[in-house]
């Protein structure tokens, strides 16, 4: 299976490729485009709609501003959409957040942090962790490998008393 990755706008690219290299780093392909719910709402419907076909099981959609890509993508998909709201205009990101997250009942889009590309990747290939097993013990290794770097830490502050 693949994720998806559409970005709003290729000015979402440097924020987003944290999402394309972690995907990688899990052995899951990842195809990335651009396409706009509102200014090529035609583009995303047909992106989302012949995705499956293409082997697409997760949808990763980030956008700033309005940040209706999301709920666009959504609401022409049973399968998981991923939002991603980003830090683009003088809110801080709170309206892309907001926009994101605040979907109608029925229709819904699991929302990270802003700018939370990475982890948006991390919640996809979760989803499809439950169908590989290989990707669920690579999910297991990664989480050992953040304990561990947590304890250096912890041994580290002890060791400035």
Known sequence: MKVLIIIGSDSDWPVMKPAA??????????????????????????????????????????????????????????????????????????????????MPSGIPVATMAVNGAKNAALF???????????LAEKLKEHRATLAKEVEKKAAYVASQL
């Open 21 to 102: 290299e972690t995907l990688k780093q899990f052995g899951v392909e990842a195809e990335v485009t651009v396409a706009s719910a509102h200014r090529t709402p035609a583009r995303v419907e047909k992106l989302v709609k012949e995705a499956p076909e293409r082997g697409v099981g997760v949808f990763i959609a980030a956008a700033g501003g309005a940040a209706h890509l999301a709920g666009v993508v959504a609401s022409h998909t049973v399968l998981p959409v991923i939002g991603v709201p980003i830090n683009a205009t003088p809110l801080n990101g709170m309206d892309a957040l907001l926009a994101t997250v605040q």
């Open 124 to 134: 996809a290939v979760q989803i499809l962790a439950g169908q590989d097993a290989r």
